[in-house]
């Protein structure tokens, strides 16, 4: 016979005097799709936490993003869930960066090109997390990415060549105009 059961529990967490060993620190910061090239916001960042100490701690800090001329463009709280590390552990953490959802992969061309004109962002980022944890560790680490927004700038760049061709044409009907009216002149 197969029985399923279900156990609820509690994880209290408790701090005790004694000696506190700190330790661990960043092992990794990414973007959670691995990629250096994305077309568009939301972004998603993921950072592994490690604790080789012998007491939890809650990493505190920020995710500073900055555009290729060194502005900064948003502030993200690197721990939004408050969440824990405990000893001798190493936690995944994500971090959402974006409010609105973006289009699926499968959507038409153009809902990605209006996504991307609402939600512009193009060129060179810098994210940079500053972490704090416990009494006195500190950790740091960056990632740079590309932005380039490939459906919108496709219907820029198609718009301008248009618009070239008009105003080409347009000179050459002119020039025929001022020609045809300078021979008409000289007789």
């Known amino acids: 016979q197969v029985s399923v059961g279900a156990k609820v529990g509690m994880l209290v967490l408790l701090k005790v005097t004694g000696d506190v060993k700190e ?47 060194g502005a900064e463009t948003a502030r993200i709280d690197a721990n939004k869930s408050l969440g824990n590390v405990l000893p001798g552990s190493v936690r995944r ?13 499968s959507a038409p061309f153009l809902d990605h090109a209006k996504y991307q004109m609402n939600n512009f962002s193009f060129g060179m980022y810098t994210a940079t997390m500053n972490l704090s944890f416990g009494n006195s560790g500190v950790a740091e680490s960056s990632i740079t990415y590309f932005m380039f927004p490939w459906q919108l700038l496709s219907i820029i760049v198609g718009i301008i060549a248009v618009l070239f061709i008009i105003l080409v044409s347009l000179i050459k009907r002119y020039n025929r105009w001022i020609i045809k009216q300078a021979r008409s002149a000289a007789k």
Do not use: Q, W
């Open 23 to 69: 330790g661990g620190g960043l092992l990794s910061f990414t973007l959670k799709e691995g990629k250096k090239v994305m077309t568009s916001i939301p972004l998603d960042f993921v950072y592994r936490f490690s604790n080789s100490g012998n007491d939890r701690v809650k990493p505190e800090g920020d995710i500073v993003i900055k555009n290729t001329f």
């Open 93 to 105: 953490f994500e971090v959402h960066y974006g409010e609105t959802k973006a289009p699926e992969v």
